[in-house]
């Protein structure tokens, strides 16, 4: 990106997000049920690049195993509701009806109970015994905590999710994970983040990542640039991500890591341009908070929004606008991207000219 | 364009609808009594350089012909309404008693009659025997099964239009339509697109069509940006492809392929913008869904409003301000841009100095 | 200004408004005590670089003796109800009782009224009496037939006001307007325009003129950019007409013509950023119209407000803040720069260092 | 910051809002526990770079000390309703009942009383003996009167504060402030500000000033901008005066002058982008009079509100949101940035891993 300056002492880049830039079309058109959105991360195969977040509102392993049978990657919250309640259906119903204030005081609540690492197990239990691709998610500051449980339970791929994820944290007081390590000795795959920068991103695929997540992964109404003074408008981080994977296919002599764009995705054109800055899948939160059958009732919530200390976000409430798979699949009865994500990116690959999700990484973007 | 970086591993340009952009006037001024707005395109001379879209809500065989005798030319959507049913007055009056949802259902089934041969050569008759220029226009998809119908009805042009549409449509399901052989066996001009870029129209004038439409020809309320991520900002649009006409006339040995903006044109000073870009004329189809005498009774609804699957637009109401007479050449009562479009048209090149439409596509634009 | 591209075919210039501009302080601040914001065009020396608009709802005889009295110059409209009716006030009160579309109308109405040559020679012999300098405007269509009659009424300052003139206007079904000749046979200076651009202004300053109008001189809710396409943002026409000037100076060997900002002027802010962008004087409307005082009583319209076949704006309402002194001169009651105006201006330069307007130009601004 | 053509006979650089830029994360992260936002001024340390604004409705004797004893500098505003009435709290009760118009008069009317030299006296003594750090602030108008009250009766740190204070204020009336053998003289250190530009700044500094403010320290809701045509884009003109501190400490051989953010910081965020920008410390009003103890009643103002003949900003109506050290330290109840602003700036300093304030001044910012 061009550097220039604010003032005589400090210079930035412009950056842009996936509202200040449009996919155009390209001399080739091509029909829309040739099209494959299949993708493939170290030995698992999807046929989306769709990952669903792992977040309450969102995910529980029934909707897990359910995503995993459309075709999607479902992500267990490891260190959220359904593993620090035997039965939290009823806890999720009781917030669904409480207002605003009162629902965030009843989520910080809800969320001091013990993680109880028996549910850990049991949760992923129930997914893997479905057939289905088994994920879950633990932060950073639980990962040495509760990873042996994970990894005893069983899990196909692990995911280390934070608002922002180093490959270098410091602190004085704990010893802090050592991804590096920790990724060397464990036996499944990783996928971490969020990062945003190039240079984030290249030291997170050192430690043996097998995909980062680009952004925030916060909800769909965090704040943290008002309240934090910090944002990451996605469309430059992706690009930037995208060229750390490149550069570190290189280095590396040949190891791909998947690059993932998780935050700023609420519409089905957002996937588009996710894929098109570089991305080889997406993690997404709030399009299936709208879905019938999520655990959230049609309320949605990242943990930035019930932090205790420092609340940075907001719970909202969605329309609650057809099951998953008619989110998914279509057919759409509403025109504003949030219904049949996966035939919106197929039209939109078709009508460029592409096929294949990794060559539609090149098609032609502007700003607008 | 210039191009700059999105992020380090995608480059972008740099795009401009014409909202962003505004005409200068020049040193001269003129009386625009003596503004010709003439536009010839093959063997036909228009008095105006407006095209009326061949969409439901706008053109009926009967408008057409009311159009064409006002010096513009009306298209006829040969796979609409009117080719579909004997009498479809009924159901454009009912459909304008439907509210919002309801409506759009309604649309749904109603598009899900056959399309009836006889019916195309029933209409396109009727135009013809008023004594105006004759012209229908199909979709890609459709245009195989559908030209022999048109042309034994005898036309005297041919619109093939599709939100997108390229000289090399790639699909292995079916054979698709070859622009080029179809073009050069067919007797009559043809005007194709909508493209959106200098590469994809190059290519449509090397299939010898006579014009192409640049942009999406969406309905006004169109939300492809939102679900496909895909959009057109049409000042760069209209300006790249008035490149690719120079270049091709150069590279043919001097074939003038005209170049029609046909979207984001709702407003009287957008005509006048559109032309600055360098279009040789304009697709319009909101500004004449307000007449009184429109087909929609006061609604506008373009194909993909209510495509079965993944709708990307909505049907929208306006006020209806007036005859198309009075919307083309006032008197206007309002101060919107809405009425009297040729006068309006005529003042904007009076008061720059032009006094042909060829000599204001040279006039001097900024952005504001 | 930096030229860029569209697309492929057509450059464009990026273009400022004075909304998008800020004036920044300087190393050294005065007392607004100190300030002089004088003004000398031709013989005749002003306290303040303000113009009153020769608009019917601001300018009438009696508030041009007052405006004169009060240290400014105020035009008479010579082609507007003044000049057509003995006694307007009626019309006026009668106005300001109707709505919008019934004031719009009777508006047209009251202006196909002939104008009365005795009543131009009437009206301006009561201001000149009155011992202030006399000026009054007539638009180029009219300035040929009325212009004996101005001078024989005896005027010191002629004023030829359009949306857009230019030094060459083309016709071939009247004789137009030889500007140069003129201004030439004239004895009194004359201030022409608008105009928006360097050439045009360049060419206007060419057939002696003492001042030109930069901008549109539409009243405060114009829609010419909507309706016509056509826009010019005030902050680079203004610095695009000062480099006309400096250059004119040069090539004509010490003529300094007066470049007066006429346009988007509607606080007092906009009367700083347009001196610093080069402006010597500025001609304002809307500022009047809120005194209670105006003979529009509180509302306010341009002559393109009621075009009989094409109106470009609308009449607007004001609160009516006090009288036209209090708004020059305050005190303010205010926060939102409608009053004193002098007062702000003189703050403005003291703030930032200077004690002249014609230095003031040269203070530095940045976009913002 | 790049130049470039308004027109053609006036250039402008761009400049840029805390708005305008955000905060990217680093390669690194750090535990919020290990930041420090110490910050140390001549001889005095603070726990907290946040001072905050000598505004009677954010600081009184008792909330100077308060907010003394919370780790930061309270700045008496020693020309406020504090020196000219015994027992102000009547005085700020009434005005809160009072509505917008009616609450400016009362304002203009009250700050008519005089300044009281033994009013300055007991205020100061007031505030020593609970043995905080004593700051009080005079404008520069008022410096040369009350400057010997302010010395005898004992100040830690000076503040000389205006909308726009030069180091050469030029006057032919009154002999002005020479601010450089004012600072010479006296024993105190002297903060003095508002500047905005890079040369204005390096002037200050040359005074023997401890520190400069940046902006205009006008309230909240101040219309400088529309009123005067002036604005300060915060981000911009912090970078700016950051360059003038670094030549300064060379020309200078060492002298570390203190650059200190003064305006349009109304979230958490904009503390840490000041900061970002490479303020050492921030000046605050408007967080300060959310709190449930501010003299304000939840109302806030500026001087230059209540301004006799010019007026530039209205007086605002806040929530009470908490008590000072709710907002200075939490725990927030709300997500908006305007409670906790010292763990958000510890939050948004360890997640881009950075333990200091003055290392944080290198972190990265984008524009978007």
Redesign the interface.
């Known amino acids: 990106?061009?550097e220039?300056?604010?003032?005589?002492?400090?210079r930035?880049?412009?950056?842009?997000?996936?509202d200040d830039?449009?996919?155009?079309?390209?001399?080739?058109?091509?029909?829309p049920?040739?099209v494959s959105v299949a993708w493939q991360i170290d030995a698992y195969r999807f046929e989306l690049p769709i990952i669903a977040a792992p977040m309450d509102s969102v995910m529980s392993p029934e909707r897990a195993i359910a995503f995993g049978k459309l075709g999607g990657l479902g992500v267990l919250n490891l260190e959220g509701i359904w593993t620090r309640y035997e039965d939290p259906e009823p806890l999720l119903a009781e917030v669904a009806e409480l207002d605003g204030?009162a629902a965030?005081e009843r989520l910080q609540e809800i969320y001091t109970a013990p993680i109880k690492a028996e549910l850990i197990t049991e949760r992923l239990r129930q997914v893997r015994e479905a057939g289905v691709t088994v994920a879950g998610s633990l932060s950073p500051q639980r990962t040495k905590e509760y990873a042996k449980a994970v990894v005893d339970a069983g899990v196909d791929m692990f995911v280390i999710r934070g608002?922002?994820?180093?490959?270098?944290?410091?602190?004085?007081?704990a010893e802090p994970l050592n991804l590096k390590e920790f990724i060397y000795e464990l036996d499944v795959p990783v996928i971490v983040g969020g990062?945003?920068?190039?240079?984030?991103a290249?030291?997170l695929m050192r430690t043996g990542a097998a995909g980062v997540l680009v952004g925030f992964g916060g909800g769909a109404a965090h704040?943290t640039?008002?309240?934090?003074?910090?944002?990451?408008?996605m469309?430059?981080?992706?690009?930037?991500?995208?060229?750390?994977?490149?550069d570190y296919l290189d280095e590396s002599g040949g190891r791909y890591v998947h690059v993932i764009a998780d935050g700023s995705i609420g519409?089905?054109?957002?996937?588009?341009?996710a894929i098109?800055?570089?991305a080889d899948a997406v993690m997404v939160g709030s399009p299936f908070a709208r879905a019938t059958d999520a655990p959230g009732h049609g309320f949605h919530w990242g943990a930035e929004?019930h932090h205790?200390?420092?609340?940075?976000?907001?719970r909202v409430q969605f329309d609650q606008i057809g099951t998953t798979e008619e989110i998914l699949f279509?057919?759409?009865?509403?025109?504003?991207?949030t219904m049949?994500l996966v035939?919106?990116l197929k039209?939109?690959m078709a009508?460029?000219?592409y096929t294949e999700v990794k060559e539609f990484q090149r098609v032609?973007?502007?700003?607008?």
């Open positions: 990106m061009t220039f300056e604010i003032g005589r002492a400090k930035a880049r412009q950056a842009y997000s996936f830039i449009a996919i155009v079309p390209s001399r080739r058109t091509r029909d049920e040739e204030l965030t608002t922002t994820v180093s490959a270098e944290h410091v602190s004085s007081q990062c945003a920068t190039y240079t984030a290249l030291h704040t640039r008002t309240v934090l003074g910090i944002a990451v408008p469309a430059s981080a992706v690009a930037d991500v995208a060229a750390a994977r490149r519409r089905s054109g957002d996937i588009a341009k098109a800055c570089g929004a205790a200390e420092l609340p940075r976000g907001a279509g057919p759409s009865r509403v025109a504003d991207g049949n035939g919106a039209r939109s009508t460029t000219g032609e973007v502007v700003t607008a």
